[in-house]
């Protein structure tokens, strides 16, 4: 099941995954589209910050590198994650689910998204 939504202020996909018609995934894909590269940095940041005053600190916050190439210029970081070299994502856990929030690019194309899960 597919929705088109708006959540933390941008327009989003929510997407419902069942297996034994039970829930097993809820994917939350946003769909906002930016000129500046840099505004899906700031949508991630924004969101970490929202989802970290809601759920606490995340277990795990992290960078991954691909390509060190602008790691040092943080200007640069949306067109980092734009190029495929920069995947930033933060991690939730609770009992019952896991939450991974996660920005990351191919192909040219940014990907912001959530997803809730099983562990």
């Not at 500046?36 to 970490?48: E, G, M, P, T």
């Not at 992290?62 to 994502?89: C, S």
């Not at 929030?101 to 191919?106: A, F, R, Y």
Request: hydrophobic fraction near 35%; glycine fraction near 8%.
């Amino acid at each position: 099941m597919v929705y088109q939504s708006e959540m933390y202020g941008l327009d989003c996909a929510i997407t419902y995954s069942f297996e034994n018609d039970k829930l097993i995934r809820g994917t939350i894909t946003f769909i906002e589209i930016h000129p500046d590269v840099n505004q899906y940095l700031s949508d991630f940041n924004a969101i970490k910050s929202i989802m970290s005053g809601k759920y606490a600190k995340p277990a795990q916050d992290d960078a991954l590198w691909r390509n060190e190439q602008y790691k040092e210029n943080i200007g640069k970081w949306g067109e980092a994650i734009q190029l495929g070299h920069l995947v930033l994502f933060a991690k939730w856990y609770y009992p019952n689910v896991l939450i991974h929030l996660q920005i990351s690019g191919e192909g040219g194309k940014i990907k912001l998204g959530i997803q809730y899960r099983k562990p």
